[in-house]
């Protein structure tokens, strides 16, 4: 059974806070995790796929007994829109401030997107509400230069299990430069938060390594016809196009740049490593992109066998890496709660925030630990190519997507 529209209302309607307890466990100790995620729009399968491994970690977690006495329930939130057609900004603060009025919610798991991030970040602040992002990517969020937009309560309360477009973006012109000896590029961004960043990053670390950058421009989500800017990208003769792009644009970038210049190189982040992507494009359009992720690529090692059983057995489809990094947020949060609850003292918002600050957590990529601002201290970032394989559905990520190895870190 893959996962469906139907499914997902579903577990959005059982995570309806409070009332759904019953009598025999109304007394019970609880807390309340929220997560915010695109599950409307372009993105809403790779989002549902990120939503169930934050889930797994919590329903395995109260099967249990819950973390040191608690029962752990969710408040699960969907901050996309059909207006944007994909997260929307709007929408993801208001889910911030229905977060931060609830009372047993000591934690949050999410945004997908930077945008959502952006819009929500200063209102968890000031609720001082931490949350833990598997998937955005904008180094703004948790940089001290703009700690008094984002964190403006002072303490970091954003936090990640990924690392970030610092470093995700140059990882990718370096792997150009040193890989594929990529001489000239075009730059293209879908205007939106992560797309424009990861856009900067990258061109900026392009030029730095002789990389000729032919030119730069951006594309409207909303709009359909991408055609005038894809023909001036193959008037210029470019090598390769890098694309900062979500999804909703992604699928159109795809296809057709397949149609004018079909064997340009052609890269994004992970923007552009989704489901959504391979399914909306189809091949050949999708056939030898390049894409990356924001932390390693485990799906293949053999020590997460018995979790991705788990995970197929619970949800019926096969995750993708960043499912791994939302169970990995999970378990960062459970962590922090179980380390208050232990210590005796209240587990409440500032007592779990600081306690995800100091924490050494063991997770499915190693070790997690944060730095100062809410930042993973790995930094890796890992390239994939898609080259498709018939013998799996066209949208599976895991099968199309083809794991290349991690891209270099400079000086690498």
Known sequence: MRVTRRSTLALLGSSALAGAVSPARAEAKFVTIGINLPLTGAAAEDATNILHGAVMAIEEANAKGGVAGYEIRTLILDDGTATAGQYDPAQAAINARKMVVEPSCVGAIGPMASGSGKAMAPLLSQGNLAIVTPSSTSPDLTSPKFAAQYRPAGKAIYFRTVTTDAYQGPNMANFMADRLKVKSVFVIDDTGAYG???????????????????????????????????????????????????????????????????????????????????????????????????????????????????????????????????????LVLLAAIETVAKSGKPVDRASVRDAIQAGNVETLQGPITFDENGDLTSHVVSVFQVKQDTAYPINDVVHQFKYVGVAPAEGA
């Open 196 to 330: 424009v960043g990861i856009a900067d990053t990258f061109q900026a670390q392009a030029a730095k390594r002789g990389i000729q950058v032919l030119g730069r421009d951006r594309v409207d989500p909303l709009q359909s016809d991408y055609k005038p800017i894809l023909t001036k990208v193959k008037s210029l003769n470019a090598q390769a196009m890098y694309c900062g792009s979500s999804a909703l644009a992604g699928v159109k970038l795809v296809k057709q740049s397949y149609e004018i210049m079909p064997d340009i190189i052609k890269a994004g982040g992970d923007g552009l490593h989704q489901a959504s992507i391979l399914a909306g494009a189809g091949f050949p359009a999708a056939q030898g992109w390049y894409s990356t992720i924001a932390a390693p690529h485990m799906l293949d090692e053999a020590k997460l066998s018995s979790w991705l059983k788990r995970f197929v057995g619970r949800w019926g489809n096969p995750p993708s890496d960043y499912s791994i990094t939302a169970y990995d947020a999970a």
